[in-house]
């Protein structure tokens, strides 16, 4: 069985600060992890996700997260936090053998203050 | 044109009724999905499709079906609808292949059983 928790279901950073999100999942097989972004209003899109290979995945509008296996966590980061950044954020785990279902984190709302 | 449609995008019901909600994809993916939303729990699979004839209960199947009409259409119904069935709900759909493919998701449909 795979799970997926997401550490602050609300955070609140103000403009040009660093953006941390944290994620910490549980996986009995070596596990696809991916960050998608919910915008007022719409659907889910997919922000980055690590599959194999490289651990510290670059994915859209600045945003990064590093895969570390001895801590079972997938912590999405951004350098310098924008309004344009204020959205839903989700955490999801897939793994092999899971019959290709996504597990999702309860969501973290960024907030960016001015 | 969204690759992902889903309709209505806003619907309210008296507990009690049949209702259906459709979704529409463009992408050509043979993987479809049903998904709620709701505040604090994240998203939930309701029901999943591999393809037209492969059709898959999720973790929160109780209360609904489902028909997978066409490669594209993939249609989620409340038999009998009532108000913990209030939530917002997606489709997604993935490309056939392995577990780290990405969803994609439509934007929604919000629906309130009074």
């Known amino acids: 069985a795979q799970s997926v928790t997401q550490l602050g279901s609300h955070v609140s950073v103000s403009e040009g600060a660093l953006v941390l999100l944290r994620c910490n999942y549980s996986s009995s097989v070596p596990p696809y992890l991916f960050w998608y972004v919910q915008y007022p209003n719409q659907g889910l899109q997919l922000l980055l996700k690590y599959t194999t290979g490289a651990t510290l995945v670059k994915g859209i509008n600045g945003f990064e997260a590093e895969f570390k296996k001895s801590e079972t966590s997938f912590h999405l980061t951004k350098p310098s936090a924008h309004m344009s950044d204020a959205a839903e954020y989700f955490c999801?785990?897939?793994?092999?053998?899971?019959?290709?279902?996504?597990?999702f984190g309860k969501g973290t709302l960024l907030t960016v203050n001015p | 044109d969204a690759d992902v449609t889903q309709t209505p995008r806003n619907r309210i019901t008296k507990t009690g009724k049949r209702i259906m909600l459709e979704c529409s994809q463009t992408?050509?993916?043979?993987?479809m999905y049903w998904y709620r939303q709701d505040p604090g729990l994240g998203l939930r699979l309701i029901y999943y499709s591999f393809d037209v004839k492969d059709i898959n209960k999720g973790e929160i199947s109780d209360g609904y079906s489902v028909s997978r009409q066409a490669q594209a259409k993939f249609s989620l119904s409340l038999e009998s609808a009532i108000p913990n069935q209030t939530a917002l709900y997606f489709c997604a759909t993935s490309d056939s292949g392995a577990a780290q493919e990405t969803q994609y998701f439509g934007p929604g449909t919000r629906l309130l059983v009074l």
């Open positions: 999801a785990v897939s793994a092999p053998g899971s019959n290709y279902k996504l597990t």
């Open positions: 992408k050509g993916h043979d993987r």
